[in-house]
């Protein structure tokens, strides 16, 4: 059965660098989307892409995030300037046609010292 | 705005014991509702929807059924087993499938003991 790959499974990374999540969404898939899920909380929305363009976000998605789907594979989750606070567990996931749910990813476990 | 409340955990149960976990919801349309399943060092995967009200998702011998009029979505088992030891997360959708956010609640943690 087709998978969402996510690479890498753990970034480690200092505060204040710029730290890039890969994704490899299904492939006739068609929407995107990033969640993350800090430790002890619950699994909350970022962000959906379609069509190579953002379709929503939310609050937490700000400034210091973008996504990329620099080419016909990959979907890629940036934040410019990592905080304490991103320290999470990051789910890719996608969907393709209205009948279809979310298919996850195994997730990106990030850590910022 | 959508909000999902399910029950706290973690909750921990001998092996052939009856599984009851609560969710219910809060949506401004008509939303589509999911149990979705973390496995220990795995990422979310679908375990069973329901798109309508009175619809009853079940796979793996969990089921669940979309109650509009108590707004709810319980997660049930007749017998579970130590394989079922995962966290259990409730979700909607608002719309449709298509490109709508999932809005979680906070998972249930499970536990079988043999």
């Known amino acids: 059965e087709p998978e969402v790959t996510q690479t890498p499974s753990h970034q480690v990374t200092q505060m204040g660098q710029e730290v890039i999540l890969r994704c490899v969404p299904i492939?006739?898939?068609?929407?995107f989307y990033w969640y993350r899920q800090i430790l002890g909380q619950k699994v909350e929305f970022l962000v959906s892409?379609?069509?190579?363009?953002?379709?929503?976000k939310s609050e937490i998605f700000d400034d210091q995030f973008s996504v990329e789907r620099p080419d016909g594979s990959n979907f890629t989750l940036k934040i410019r300037s990592t905080k304490l606070e991103d320290s999470a567990m990051y789910f890719c996931?996608?969907?393709?046609?209205?009948?279809?749910?979310?298919?996850f990813g195994d997730g990106t476990r990030l850590s910022i010292l | 705005g959508d909000s999902v409340t399910q029950m706290e955990g973690p909750v921990t149960l001998s092996e052939e014991a009856c599984l009851t976990i609560?969710?219910?919801?809060?949506?401004?349309?008509?939303?589509?509702l999911f149990w979705y399943v973390q496995y220990p060092g795995e990422g979310l995967q679908l375990l069973l929807k329901?798109?309508?009200?009175?619809d009853k998702g079940s796979n793996k011998g969990f089921e669940a059924t979309y109650r509009k009029e108590t707004t709810s979505f319980h997660l049930e088992k007749g017998s579970v087993q130590v394989s079922d030891s995962a966290v259990y997360f409730c979700?909607?959708?608002?719309?449709?499938?298509?490109?709508?956010?999932?809005?979680f609640g906070t998972g249930t943690r499970l536990t079988i003991i043999p």
């Open positions: 996931a996608s969907n393709g046609d209205s009948n279809q749910p979310q298919h």
């Open positions: 492939s006739n898939h068609l929407y």
């Open positions: 892409f379609y069509n190579n363009e953002i379709s929503e």
């Open positions: 609560n969710c219910t919801y809060t949506a401004t349309g008509y939303p589509s």
């Open positions: 329901a798109t309508k009200a009175d």
């Open positions: 979700a909607l959708s608002d719309e449709n499938f298509g490109n709508e956010k999932l809005t």
